[in-house]
């Protein structure tokens, strides 16, 4: 479904460009339908940086994004409009995702703004109650409030919400959980590990190992703009090849064992 | 004993009454103790941390009392507490990564600092040197402006800015959240070095992430909207918790390795309540699994074993 190879993306720096940034440098990955990659990386590994060019965000310097066969970065207009319809993402921070004047489910009113001008308006909210059952909230809960009213799990997942009204393929989620509270993160985890029964592929961006592995099918690991290691996330865990995965596996924290203390 | 907080009730005032962020809470912290504080946003976590050495405008004392090595420490009077300050208690505060002034090169802002404090900066420049060494910190970084250092080496700074005067507390208030697995490692385990060797007595670690803080804490605390929820060593903490909260928050960590496909997690259903109106009896009642009749009274917050307190109606029963 989405192909990239062997993409760079360079940026220029510094007063009239002068210094050039590669921030990646020859990625090829896949995601097919109902499949979960991670993008594993630390800060400036360029994971955000991919996600913006699957999204169309940001163009690569060389090499070629393509969604079923399609180059991304070409498409203007209404093949764009066409793209986005099966491409959505999903960010970070869900507080400044929102517009704090407007009530939350102004979104939902965008999409139809910008796709489903066509739909008549009893329609267009049953499909939202829909999408909002689709993740596991009560539309009564939600609608007609304001963000600041709503915990940062709601908002996360009306976001998805949003982006399950496109009928979309191809979900980008650019650490969506990082923000989110231990006990809200992992039903936000479970959605997603539902949905991706349901075909939709994901690009999964975290920079936590934990959260990583926990839906994902194939792992990448990223450092400095460069794959270090990619494979099937199981081996990649039980077997990590590269030192640098190793390193990065030895430094997160377990619950139940210490830094120091050898594998059980 | 080094620290003692007794009763301790901290609110915010807002236009809408006074939210009780603090409501009552008690502990001591011994000599050499890393204490982990942990919960999720909103139990509080931060309000104790913050109240410990600076209550702000919006914060006031409403009652209880804290102790540090016998001598009352007067957190509610923002001029007293100016002797203790930096010098007893100290604190890393949330964005530590902001709290370096950019304007001004990491030598003159430490030389500023210690001015303010009335401690001669020539005098301490040698032992500021071999700390910054011991974090792996050229003496160059004095001549750099903050902008010219990582996140992982500006939180060093302050890490070695904030225990310069050997303070009897440290309250390092979600120090490692915004840095990556390694760095984070590296923060958490100097951390460790700076108890071990003595330039800090006794740590509040306050964060959100249960797994980094049992690597280093040897009690941790748990909190829920306001209150002490469980008290235990960090080992009883994360094999046998007791409260049901921290059963179903430790129950909701994604281990590395767990995978959706073997074994689903689940998360705690509901959230927390609102602390301008909380309601009567225990606060965890209406997500809580176990909640029977008696858990409209409050639950005390006992020993049920050596070490272990809990704040639950069914535990230790």
Redesign the interface.
Known sequence: MLALEGVWKNYRLGAFGTRELTAVRDVSLRVGPGEVVSLIG??GSGKTTIGRMVLGLAAPTRGRITFDGVPVAGLRGRALRRYHRQVQGVFQDPFSTFNPVFKADRVFALVRDGFFRSVPAARWRQRVEAALEGVRLEPADVLDKYPHQL??GQLQRMLIARALLLDIRLLVADEIISML???????V??LL?ELKATGLGVLFVT?????G???SDQTVILRAGEVVEAGPTEAI??NPQHEYTR???A??????R??DEPVK | MALHVDDLRVHYRTLRGDVRALDGVSFAVADGEIMGVVG??GCGKSTLGKSLVRLDNRMKQVGGSVTLDGEPLPIGDDRAMNRFRFKSVSVIPQYAMSALNPTRKIGRLVADLLAAHGISYSATRPELLRRLALVDLPETVLDNYPIELS?GMKQRVVLVLSTLCDPALLVADEVTSAL???T??AV??TLVEFRDRGYVRSMLVVT?????V??IADTIMVMYAGRLAEKAPSDVV??EPLHPYTQ???G??????????DR?????PG?PPGLRNPPPGCRFRARCPLAFDKCAEQPPFVEVAKDHRVACWKAGS
């Open positions: 630390q800060s915990s940062g509270d231990a006990s809200t993160r992992i039903d985890l479970n590990g920079h936590d190992l934990a959260l592995t926990y839906i865990f039980t390193d990065l596996l430094a997160v924290p377990h619950l139940h210490r830094w | 999720e946003s996140g990556d697995v390694s984070q490692q958490a385990r959100h992430d249960i797994s980094l049992y690597q994360v094999t179903l928050l430790i909701a960590l994604p281990e590395v390795g767990a995978r959706f496909s689903k997690l689940t998360g705690i959230r």
